[in-house]
């Protein structure tokens, strides 16, 4: 079945950088909009990006605009999210997520709307 593996967080000082990764399998890659999440300890699960299945049209929440990136290489099955000038605040669980594109609107930025998750990777912020 669909499989979603998160790799690459980690601690970071504040003002630096990371690239998050997400590993699909078990479904076809380009007929997914696909997203990433992330959620602090007592927090709800928040929306951070999101690109379209055919990888064109990208969708930023306010918090992370300007300084993360996501991207989608076809070729690997592999979903990026490039997280610069990193904030304590960014400190999360970060998921990555996956919804069919078929009868799906744009843009999906809610989590009730995803159906694939991954486990999560750690991203710690210092100040």
């Known amino acids: 079945q669909a499989q979603l593996a998160e790799s690459g967080g980690g601690l970071v000082q504040a003002g630096g950088s990371l690239r998050l990764s997400c590993a699909v399998s078990g479904l076809t890659f380009t007929g997914y909009h696909m997203a990433w999440f992330r959620q602090a300890p007592g927090k709800e699960r928040e929306f951070v990006a999101a690109i379209r299945g055919s990888g064109v049209s990208t969708y930023y929440s306010d918090s992370v605009n300007g300084r993360f990136t996501i991207s989608r290489d076809y070729a690997k099955n592999t979903l990026y999210l490039q997280m610069n000038n990193l904030k304590p605040e960014d400190t999360a669980v970060y998921y990555c997520?996956?919804?069919?594109?078929?009868?799906?609107?744009?843009?999906?930025?809610?989590?009730?709307?995803?159906?694939?998750w991954g486990q999560g990777t750690q991203v710690t912020v210092s100040s």
């Open positions: 997520a996956g919804v069919l594109v078929f009868g799906t609107k744009w843009p999906v930025a809610a989590p009730t709307d995803y159906n694939y």
